[in-house]
């Protein structure tokens, strides 16, 4: 059985417990606590030399990191990755957008807006209006996107939709505002209603 070291409440992690939920793939979830830095234990990194979560350890001990490498490599051989050449190629360039130019921004402003102690947020507080204006560029060309597509590659419901919803459906919690983006809006109630579909406080 595949063992998913994961963080409750974080979007990388969601992502994969979505994945596995929806692929209906039995998995052994073991809770990181993040905030209490245990990925800098020695333990932690004996089977994570990268210090992150989520990864997943395989029956075989082979250990996988990076939220979106696992993705792939979880949906390979199903509809959710497609099989088309240029579809494949619009999947990767959607998760890579969603790891280079939203991740950085939107997470890192919920993580420490939304998660974080006050005391540990303040050498950061001047940080977050960047947070926001990138946050907000990124949201911006997912609105352009999804105001004349359904989805963001090949022409149905990938993984790289479950990669940007990842953080996107919980971007509130980092001071956003959703509301300038109905298309980003309808396009969340659309994998939302996902057969599989689990919330982020349900995904087990």
């Not at 006050?118 to 204006?133: C, D, K, N, S």
């Not at 359904?150 to 790289?160: H, K």
């Not at 459906?169 to 983006?181: S, V």
């Amino acid at each position: 059985m595949i063992r998913l070291y994961n963080c409750e409440d974080s979007g990388n992690s969601y992502k994969v417990r979505l994945l596995l939920t929806q692929l209906q793939v039995p998995f052994e979830r073991i809770d990181i606590d993040l905030i209490g830095r245990e990925t800098g234990t020695p333990r932690f990194r004996a089977r994570n030399p990268l210090g992150q979560t989520p990864f997943v350890e395989l029956d075989d001990g082979r250990v996988l990191a990076e939220s979106n490498a696992i993705l792939w490599y979880l949906a390979e051989g199903t509809p959710l990755v497609p099989a088309e050449r240029w579809a494949r190629a619009e999947v990767l360039q959607w998760m890579f957008f969603e790891q280079y130019s939203h991740e950085p921004y939107i997470a890192v402003a919920r993580f420490w807006i939304g998660f974080t102690p006050q005391e540990r947020l303040e050498p950061r507080r001047h940080l977050i209006p960047e947070w926001h204006a990138k946050g907000n560029a990124a949201l911006g060309v997912m609105e352009t996107h999804l105001a004349r597509h359904d989805w963001f590659a090949g022409g149905r419901y990938s993984i790289a939709d479950i990669a940007l919803y990842g953080y996107t459906h919980c971007a509130a919690d980092g001071g956003f505002d959703l509301a300038p983006y109905p298309a980003v809006g309808t396009w969340l109630k659309r994998v939302a209603a996902q057969p599989g579909y689990v919330p982020l406080e349900l995904a087990w």
